[in-house]
């Protein structure tokens, strides 16, 4: 090959990677052109096909991100763009800010509108031509507040509408249908937020399960076909006033936060029957008359129905839900209120400023089950009205707060269950313990008629057997703030039976088993719950080398958060825990060494009762 001259060697090192022909500037080191901005004078912006420099011609092929992006180039003021029908690949943040931008035409070729393309051009009135648009990008229209014109736009064959694509599009006008979004693939976050111009129903292919945060709040629309949703996201639909009626079906599982706030919603509420979430906020400010919770639920969230005046007549919390967010239900207009056992939290202001409030009943009436713990601060504020308030529990079992507008001062809280000393008998000082020591030698049943405190370990000596029972009175044995266990010893060579239906409520018990069991134990009735262990190789009840039988009863709510080698029956050192009968139900232990019976150098025996409703992670 010929040498090249020096010269000649000098302007190929040289070589055009860039110029600017007419105010446009280009790149040209691919070989074709593409557009990196232009002269801030121009106003009128026209893409040509081709470019030629230095006797040279450039294909143009697409537009460099920010090109035109008023953040790089604030003197830019551009009034209209015609991209002349070209098929070019356009950058992120192509046009954004560019707030003269009125009109763009010649998007005849374009395929895809990128991410921030046209971001907050608050003048852009019409884009065109947008046939062929199948993927709408990440805020490519958001702010564009007087855009009433998309060209050729067909929203049935878009894949792709990413997160705000479209928001507060506040001029543009759009009829949904049942084949508006037939090819939609992803649907983003806020992709309609603010676009009040948009009405109909929403229909969305069977492959998006998921409605997304803010998708579609503050619109105009009146439906949507839920068919197959299984999710609701945070915000979806709220300030939809046009959508006042709503149908879920079973297959939802989740509504999230402030999903329906300040909607149009009125009538009736039936939740569906698998929802295991509820936001905060999720149909605060809505028109709803009553409401249906399934037993699948165990948290209602804060504010969830807040300020909901039309919410009246009976309020009934079902069996599943155990906590009741803050200011859930504040400002509505219920009259009666039920709730069921399971429910162990009213949170702060949960019912405050329910002033048709007149009833109030905690628990299954008549059966003393009720597992509230807590009522927060003003949780009642301003329920002037109430004139029967009722709570299925003992009174020591339930910690109202001090504040002295939680329950308006007049209201009588009655429980069923008091509790207002150590003595296990009326008109007797007798203490459970010194029941215990007064006993002789073999076997002695004690027989308590009240309901006690517990503030010391009761020891059960050698050489005797003690059987406790209330005669199935139902009557609570609850244990001193800060209580350090066990609450029962059974020493090696000694018996404790367990008879009755006794309710041993231990949340109270801060260290240590609810009995360490040497020598043997039996559990023939009554209820073991509401535990927290908080040690390692332990359980509620510890089997140290004795022997547990259960015959009835239940231990439940057992619980350790991440304790190795736990159970709600613990048995070690060649003990023996036999089941025939009661059920070990509720626990809830966070290590995978961990369950409701767990065996280290033990063995168990099970001829009947049952198991169930335990988790260990």
Known sequence: AEEKSAEQASVAAYAVTAFTQDSIRYDVSSGDAVVTGCADSVTKLVIPETV?????????????????DWVNHRSLALETVDLGG????????????QKSLTTVDGMDNITAIGNYMFTACSALTSVADLSKVTSVGVMAFMNCSSLTTLEGLNFSALTSIGQEAFNNMKSFSLELGEHTFDALESLGTGAFMNMTGITGTVVLPESITEI??????????????????????KSAFSNCKGLTELHLPDSVTSIGESAFEDSGLTGELQLPSALTFLGTEAFSGTAISSVTFPDTLKNIGNYAFYNCPNLSGTLIIPEGVVSIGKAAFTGTGIEKLELADSVQTISDGAFSTCAKLTSVQIGEQGKGKSQLQT?????????????????????ADVAIDSNSLTIPAGVAVKFAVTVDGKNI??????TLQQAVDAAAEGNTTITANKSFIVDGTVTIPSGKTITLTDEGKGLSVVFKNGFTGPAFRVEQGAALILDGSFNFSCFRIAKGSFAEVNGAMTLNGGTITRMSLSGSNMGAITVDGGSFTMGNGELSSISASSSANCGAVYVKNDGKFVMNGGKITGCMFKNQYSGAVALADGNMTMTDGTISGNTAS
């Open 375 to 395: 009522i927060g601060r003003k949780a009642f504020n301003k329920d002037t009205n109430i004139t029967y308030f009722y709570i299925e529990a003992c009174s």
């Open 212 to 233: 997304p945060r803010n998708a579609f709040s503050s619109t105009g629309i009146t439906g949507v076909d839920w068919s197959h949703i299984t999710v609701i996201g």
């Open 86 to 97: 070209l098929p070019l690949e356009i950058g992120e943040y192509a046009f954004r800010g």
């Open 52 to 68: 030629t420099y230095d006797d040279k011609e450039y294909k143009v092929v697409g537009i460099q991100e920010h090109a035109f």
């Open 425 to 430: 008998r009326e008109g007797e000082e007798t």
